[in-house]
């Protein structure tokens, strides 16, 4: 292993809280990036030198060796910036299949998302800014404020809001200037969730993906009697084991995502990289709130 991010799903692992659990004693981790060091000799696709990641969670990639079959590797180009890859098989996965299946949307079309910092986020922002669509990034009031709307914007995020903002009648000025959105992106709950809701166009969808409020979904009556709002679910571990056996969309995604990567379309969330040894330093501050930093162990 040369580089593993810790994210938020990695912690809850480790409390005991997410929907897969290892057999213990288990090592930590969901996602990472690696050299092929050895092949055994019915290894037909992968080659020592090959740059891996993870196809799958649950390897454990917080360690500097593993061995595991061919099937739970897949390749990726070796010139790709390592933090790039390292973080390339969660977060940017599950804003390219939310950006692609669940509503059909075309250049100049808006989608709105909440936790826009997070490194989903980030990824949504430069995949959708990459398609054409038109973002409104909803993140939570801070005092260095206008820093994060600076670096979201460089992202290429059109519009930046305070959760506060979003409750605000002045709404309406940015519906005349942009339609509405037909896709949310909710990675909070709670009450976040239900203004997001308030702003979708009739039919519209919102893809509920994380719950970092650890507070329910509330949806208005209305929103679903009169406007046919769908809400669904999104789990990218779910989607990776429906796609296993027939590779051919998961090689076109991590294709496609390579592409814009290489392209200077798709950079890594802001990171900090800490040695494996730091690893209680990282865990620490990779809880702290308002940091918009992932921690990345690096071996
Ligand atoms: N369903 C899936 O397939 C899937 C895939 C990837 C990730 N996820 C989930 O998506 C979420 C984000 O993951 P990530 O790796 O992108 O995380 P991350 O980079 O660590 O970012 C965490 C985000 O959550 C926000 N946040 C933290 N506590 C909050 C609270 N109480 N209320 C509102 N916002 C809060 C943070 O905002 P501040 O800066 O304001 O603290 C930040 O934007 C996690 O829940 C993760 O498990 C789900």
């Not at 004693?25 to 992968?46: F, I, K, Q, R, T």
């Not at 299949?97 to 909440?114: A, C, K, T, Y």
């Not at 814009?260 to 865990?283: F, M, N, Q, T, W």
Request: with cysteine; net charge neutral.
């Amino acid at each position: 292993m040369l580089a593993a991010p810790i994210n938020p799903a990695d912690i809850n692992m480790v409390q005991g809280t997410y929907a897969i659990l290892p057999d213990l004693p288990a090592v930590g981790g969901n996602e990472g990036v690696g050299d092929v060091l050895e092949v055994g000799s019915n290894v037909a696709s992968l080659r020592p030198g090959d740059r891996v990641i993870l196809a799958d969670a649950g390897l454990g990639t917080w360690r500097t060796e593993a061995v595991v079959s061919e099937e739970a590797l897949l390749r990726v180009p070796a010139d790709i910036p390592l933090l790039c890859a390292a973080t390339l098989g969660v977060n940017p996965c599950t804003a390219y299949r939310m950006l692609h299946d669940f509503e059909v949307l075309e250049p100049g079309d808006s989608l709105i998302q909440n936790a826009a910092n997070s490194g989903v986020g980030q990824a949504v922002i430069q995949l959708a800014a990459a398609l054409g669509f038109q973002t409104i990034n909803v993140v939570r009031d801070r005092p260095n404020l206008q820093e994060l709307v600076n670096r979201l914007k460089a992202l290429g995020a059109d519009h930046v809001l305070t959760e506060e903002m979003l409750r605000k009648p002045e709404m309406k000025d940015l519906f005349k200037r942009i339609p509405r959105p037909r896709l949310a992106l909710n990675c909070v709950g709670g009450k976040s969730a239900t203004e997001m809701l308030r702003h979708l166009q009739s039919a519209g969808t919102m893809v509920t993906y994380g719950g970092m409020a650890k507070q329910p979904v509330t949806v208005p009556v209305s929103s679903l009697i009169f406007k046919d709002i769908k809400v669904r679910g999104f789990w990218v571990t779910q989607w990776k084991r429906a796609n296993a056996q027939n590779k051919e969309e998961m090689n076109k995604m991590i294709l496609d995502l390579c592409r814009l990567i290489s392209a200077g379309k798709l950079a890594a969330p802001a990171c900090l990289e800490r040695p494996l040894e730091d690893y209680k330093v990282a865990l620490e501050a990779s809880m702290k709130p308002y940091s918009s930093t992932k921690q990345i162990l690096t071996m």
